[in-house]
Every structure is written in structure tokens, then in C-alpha cells.
């Protein structure tokens, strides 16, 4: 399978504790996006990587979160002391031109 | 700022029916648009892109169309399916973003046999 993966799939994990989430975005695409996704809503943008550089972050991306693509292939998000309001789903997406491809998706249930 | 609003938020319609499905902006400054499907607790599959410069886009049984000055798309779906079901999302790409998406909450669309 050549598309956008995202492991792992499901999170569950208590309040306070930290969680990382990767994505592995497409072979050869430059471009990589993290969205955050609540029940019922479109996903919301939190972070544009163009290869290893992080060219653009949310104000949705709190100190408690942080996004590395080290190598300029996969990439990572950890979210800090996760509290209640952090449940979603994190979507990856990746593109080399115009169009955006996305992944599965890791949803995070905190409780 | 840009907002990008979906109506209705859910439509059920039988099987065979065609359908449109709304998306109106609010900042015309766009670069494109997107129309994206997304099954239950699953990620999004895009559908069909529409430059800023372009009317219209089709795909099958599904047709996109651009109205930039007044803000608004559409997707027109011939025939629907029972497996069309599902939610469709529109997004737009800012002309002054990284190729950062605005997204609308979709319409959850249901076909009945």
C-alpha cells in the first residue's frame, strides 16, 4: 500500500500522560499536514512541514504539543500532559503538488 | 477571516435520486477548492480539486462547480448510491497560506436502498 499510514490507529490513555502519534506520508512527497479532527466538525489545521522544516503552526498548537519530521520522510506529533479537550481524530496528509492525500487517521480518546 | 459553511449538515434521499450538496466561503481570495469524502471513523478521500481559475470539475457520477465571486460550490451527484453514503466535506487553500486547508463540517449524506 503506497498511501498515507498513521499508527497507531487507536489511542486510549488517562489524563496527564504524554502520547506520539506518527504518520508516514506518501514516498517522495515534500509536503506534510497535521489536522486535528472533533465529532461532527471539519479538521482543523495545526501544523505544514516542506520537507524537514516546520513552515507554519496553528495557534491550535499549544506548548503542550510538538511536531518533528526529522529526516524530511515520516513525522511525528506528541502531545504533552493530555487533557480531556485533546480527544480527536489527528489526521496526516501529504502532497507533492496541488492536491492533499490523507491517511486513516489516530484517534485519542483521554479520559 | 475564512469561513466555510456546509448546508445542509445532513440530507437522506433514496437510492437513484440526483443531489446537491452546498459549500459558500466567505473570503473569495481563494487558491482552490476541494471536495473530500470521509466514511465513518475513517480519513478523507478527495474528490476533485477546482483551481480558483476553473468553473467546474467532473468525476464520474460527481460533478464540482466554482462560483468565487459569490463564495460558493457545489457537488452535484447523478444517481446516487447506497454506496455514496457517507460525509462530504468541502476545504479551500488560502492564496496567502502554505497550502493550509479552511475547512467546512460537511454534510453526512444517507442514500436509502
Known amino acids: 500500500d503506497t498511501g498515507v499510514s498513521q499508527d497507531p490507529r487507536h489511542k486510549i490513555t488517562k489524563r496527564g500522560q504524554n502520547v506520539t502519534f506518527r504518520c508516514d506520508p506518501i514516498s517522495e512527497h515534500n509536503r506534510l499536514y497535521w489536522y486535528r479532527q472533533t465529532l461532527g466538525q471539519g479538521p482543523e489545521f495545526l501544523t505544514y512541514f516542506q520537507n524537514e522544516a516546520q513552515l507554519e503552526k496553528s495557534r491550535l498548537l499549544s506548548d503542550r504539543f510538538s511536531a518533528e519530521r526529522p529526516k524530511g520522510s515520516f513525522s511525528t506529533l506528541e502531545i504533552q500532559r493530555t487533557e480531556q479537550g485533546d480527544s480527536a481524530m489527528y489526521l496526516c496528509?501529504?502532497?507533492?503538488?496541488?492536491?492533499?492525500?490523507f491517511g486513516p487517521g489516530t484517534r485519542l480518546t483521554v479520559l | 477571516k475564512q469561513e466555510v459553511t456546509q448546508i445542509p449538515a445532513a440530507l437522506s434521499v433514496p437510492e437513484g435520486e440526483n443531489l446537491v450538496l452546498n459549500c459558500s466561503f466567505t473570503d473569495s481570495a481563494i487558491y482552490n477548492l476541494q471536495w473530500f469524502r470521509q466514511d465513518p471513523g475513517k480519513g478523507l478521500t478527495s474528490l476533485l480539486l477546482i483551481q480558483s481559475s476553473q468553473r467546474e470539475q467532473t468525476s464520474g457520477r460527481l460533478n464540482a462547480s466554482l462560483d468565487k465571486s459569490s463564495g460558493r460550490s457545489t457537488l452535484y451527484i447523478a444517481a446516487s448510491q447506497p454506496g455514496d453514503s457517507a460525509t462530504y466535506l468541502c476545504?479551500?487553500?488560502?492564496?496567502?497560506?502554505?497550502?493550509?486547508?479552511?475547512w467546512g463540517a460537511g454534510t453526512k449524506l444517507i442514500i436509502k436502498p
Open positions: 476545504a479551500v487553500r488560502r492564496v496567502d497560506s502554505n497550502y493550509q486547508l479552511i
Open positions: 496528509a501529504s502532497s507533492v503538488g496541488r492536491e492533499q492525500f
